[in-house]
């Protein structure tokens, strides 16, 4: 199974919603959709599933040209992040609603009512109706039937976004396992740079209704394409700031400098923009060689374990993610350290020069 959009793009009243797309995803993978709120994650996910159709462009599913089929002719299976289940069924009912449509025989209905139950751990609730359940035993509901529809393309929409932060872990392992052996399609939208990492697979970066990139997770992640991507797959956002390069001297800020060490040796001589990810940032210098910027606080956000530290560098905002609790004061001067390692070089206009070195080596 295979679904492929060539050339697709959606404009709805004069307003680009999804720009010329370009994308091929396999049977029996998992695929992320990475951005933040109205990047265009739900239009991408409307016209794979039919919803909607391009304004340009088609889309072919096994290699057949589906582009404007309903989605009731489609095997299509779609959670929502407000999920919906029937109130009036039970969960067994809700379940086994999809296979009831499809014309399915009572003995085939139950075995595969019971299957998915137990894949969500609903055993115990088949009796009960939705509202009776926990929030998150009622969103393993609408993953359940979803499931049992046996579908080749499932779409997962921030499905685990309203549920508690243990659930939300614990299904994060789940999904992967439980749908892993489908061989369908599975596409997951989600806003959390962390999500993406934890799924694994595939992942396409978007940016207001553009893929940035696309390819494995884990390389998306260590070899963005340029800063656009960078900033989307990092929370908090990438940090940046101007730099120039003249012999083996680095220029940065307002007057400062510094001698380029480790893989900004062969940096050519230019203008670039720098990137650096804020869990990289430190405010007590940890190795030799590190790079040091002098900035000032402008608030302080504790998390318990670590500290959010925000700051500004003559003019450009940063943020730190520094381990342990620090109660820094704002307005005050702060002097923090960068590895040159951790350093991604981007063209002015925002372009992938070169990956940080411990990308490289990861």
């Known amino acids: 199974?295979?679904?492929?959009?060539?050339?697709?793009?959606?404009?709805?009243?004069?307003?680009?919603?999804?720009?010329?797309?370009?994308?091929?995803?396999?049977?029996?993978?998992?695929?992320?959709?990475?951005?933040?709120?109205?990047?265009?994650?739900t239009s991408l996910m409307r016209l794979m599933a039919g919803l909607d159709v391009p304004t340009e462009g088609r889309v072919f599913w096994e290699g057949q040209d589906v582009t404007g089929m309903r989605v009731q002719d489609r095997k299509v299976a779609m959670v929502y992040q407000q999920f919906i289940n029937y109130p009036s069924m039970t969960v067994y009912d809700n379940i086994a609603s999809p296979l009831r449509l499809m014309g399915k025989t009572k003995a085939e209905i139950d075995v595969a009512v019971k299957q998915a139950a137990d894949l969500m751990q609903l055993g115990p609730f088949l009796k009960r109706k939705?509202?009776?359940?926990?929030?998150?035993?009622?969103?393993?509901?609408?993953?359940?039937?979803?499931?049992?529809?046996?579908?080749?393309?499932?779409?997962?929409?921030?499905?685990?976004?309203?549920?508690?932060?243990?659930?939300?872990e614990e299904l994060r392992v789940e999904i992967p396992k439980i749908f892993e052996e489908s061989g369908a399609?599975?596409?997951?939208?989600?806003?959390?740079?962390?999500?993406?990492?934890?799924?694994?697979?595939?992942?396409?970066?978007?940016?207001?209704?553009?893929?940035?990139?696309?390819?494995?997770?884990?390389?998306?992640?260590?070899?963005?394409?340029?800063?656009?991507?960078?900033?989307?797959?990092s929370d908090p956002p990438m940090n940046f700031m101007t730099i120039s390069k003249t012999g083996g001297t680095l220029m940065f800020g307002k007057g400062q400098s510094a001698k380029a060490t480790g893989p900004l040796v062969d940096l050519a001589d230019g203008r670039y923009l720098a990137g650096f990810r804020p869990n990289h940032l430190e405010i007590k210098q940890q190795k030799p060689g590190a790079l040091q910027f002098d900035a000032k606080v402008t608030v302080t956000e504790l998390t318990g374990s670590e500290t959010f530290v925000h700051l500004d560098h003559h003019g450009d905002t940063w943020v730190g993610l520094v381990h342990g609790v620090h109660n820094?004061?704002?307005?005050?001067?702060?002097?923090?350290?960068?590895?040159?390692?951790?350093?991604y070089i981007f063209t002015e206009a925002g372009d992938l020069v070169a990956p940080a070195s411990y990308a490289l080596a990861a």
């Open 130 to 168: 939705p509202l009776e359940l926990s929030g998150g035993q009622q969103q393993r509901c609408a993953l359940a039937r979803a499931l049992v529809k046996n579908a080749g393309l499932v779409l997962l929409d921030e499905p685990l976004a309203n549920l508690d932060y243990k659930l939300r």
């Open 1 to 41: 199974m295979t679904l492929e959009f060539k050339n697709v793009s959606k404009v709805v009243s004069g307003e680009v919603h999804i720009h010329p797309t370009d994308l091929t995803l396999e049977r029996g993978t998992m695929n992320v959709l990475l951005g933040p709120t109205s990047s265009g994650k």
């Open 328 to 343: 820094l004061k704002p307005r005050s001067a702060q002097p923090v350290f960068l590895d040159p390692a951790h350093v």
């Open 185 to 233: 399609v599975f596409v997951y939208a989600t806003t959390e740079p962390e999500e993406a990492l934890l799924l694994g697979g595939n992942c396409a970066t978007l940016w207001q209704g553009r893929v940035t990139q696309f390819g494995p997770t884990p390389h998306v992640y260590r070899q963005p394409v340029d800063a656009t991507t960078a900033r989307v797959f």
